[in-house]
């Protein structure tokens, strides 16, 4: 086809899914091609259009590996693809909050929220969302809790997009009587009541209150899922699923039957997602066996609003050998090993498949150096963190 002149031309909507196929680095490039181009790659549909087919298409594996010591071995991020090859070593920005302790603590839709600990652990932490594609960085403001008692660690965090509302949510657990504590291991066994909620397309904090919420201890980092934040708690000795849609910021309670860490020598329990469905996934380390459980969450109407079910999918026993879960990455298990020798202790990655019951040695994952590791799912996005 021919636009006036006998210049030749594509439609619009043949163009977008070109080019919504694009990696986010060419498309950063391809802004100076044209005003046109430049424009499109900044409305709300190109953008969600280009994240869901990213996801689906091309789902990355982001590792976070780092040193008890930042200053002697700053932390090294990279970016793993499909055939287990590393694609991308992520630049840290070189601003002052990434020259401290800092950890991933959320990973949705190609941001990241990163939880800085300015002198490790002994003063307020500060939030900081970051998309290591495009390469921004926003700092999220304190909220005036966290000014005065927000210390030792021991809030709970996750982040949220909804497309419905077009935003992203932080959400923030806190413990009230913190603040009256001068012992860390007597504040750890405070319940969480508080909440507060950031908006990124406000750029403020607001509080929240929850019935659900009493008497309720969250225990998990938080998983997102299509608009919703997940998180594992304990409500009088049972464990219950902590949800919060991020549109409506209606927050519900499930009890769940997991078995109970005191059960087995070592219980390691995880929020991802397994065959398209939110899922959690156990990992039984006992004298005698080792054993993992996944379990699907369904969502089911209810006369108080919405709830989520519970069914065991998969059950993996008598496991040969003992590893540490990381995440859920195209449904196998990403887990980190350790090998000692007379000289030195090494840590690999491996790819564990649940229905073989065979794992895959990363290529070029033997460490020495990097005592921590971390796995996110991660997908690449324009997603900007300045507005939504």
């Avoid at 909220?143 to 992203?168: E, P, Q």
């Avoid at 020798?341 to 040695?361: A, C």
Wanted: charged content about 20%; glycine content about 4%.
């Amino acid at each position: 086809m021919a636009s006036e002149g006998n210049q030749p031309f594509l439609p619009l909507d043949i163009i977008i899914n070109i080019l919504k196929r694009v990696s986010v680095k060419s498309i950063v490039q391809f802004r100076s091609v044209c005003k046109d181009w430049k424009n499109l790659f900044k409305t709300p549909n190109f953008i969600a259009e280009q994240a869901r087919h990213s996801a689906h298409q091309n789902p990355l594996l982001l590792l976070h590996e780092s040193d008890y010591d930042y200053k002697a071995t700053p932390p090294f991020l990279r970016l793993v693809n499909q055939k287990m090859e590393t694609v991308e070593v992520l630049t840290i920005p070189s601003i002052n909050c990434f020259k401290h302790g800092w950890k991933i603590i959320g990973s949705c839709n190609g941001l990241l929220c990163i939880q800085v600990h300015p002198d490790q652990g002994r003063s307020p932490c500060s939030l900081c969302l970051w998309n290591p594609v495009i390469r921004e960085v926003r700092e999220i403001p304190e909220t005036t809790r966290n000014a005065r008692n927000d210390y030792l660690d021991m809030h709970k965090f996750g982040l949220g997009f909804s497309s419905v509302i077009n935003d992203f949510k932080i959400v923030k657990f806190y413990k009230q009587e913190l603040h009256k504590k001068k012992n860390k291991k007597k504040a750890a066994l405070l319940r969480h009541h508080g909440v507060e909620v950031y908006s990124l397309s406000t750029g403020s904090w607001k509080e929240l209150e929850f019935v659900a919420l009493q008497n309720t201890t969250i225990i998990s980092k938080a998983s997102s899922v299509d608009g919703t934040i997940f998180w594992l708690g304990l409500q009088d000795s049972c464990h219950v699923l902590v949800s919060f849609d991020v549109g409506t910021e209606v927050l519900t309670t499930t009890q769940i039957p997991l078995t109970s860490r005191h059960q087995v020598y070592k219980t390691t329990t995880t929020l991802s997602v397994y065959q398209n469905k939110f899922a959690i996934y156990q990992y039984y380390c006992d004298c005698s066996f080792n054993s993992i459980d996944i379990w699907a969450m369904e969502e089911v109407a209810t006369e108080s609003g919405k709830s989520f079910s519970c069914v065991k999918i998969c059950n993996v026993s008598t496991i040969a050998y003992f590893f540490g879960p990381l995440c859920i990455w195209r449904n196998e298990i990403v887990c980190r090993d350790e090998v000692e020798n007379v000289s030195e202790r090494k840590y690999y990655l491996e790819l564990f498949n649940v229905t073989t019951k065979k794992g895959k040695k990363f290529p070029d994952s033997d460490s020495s150096v990097y005592h921590f590791c971390a796995g996110f799912n991660y997908e690449e996005s324009l997603m900007s963190v300045w507005n939504s």
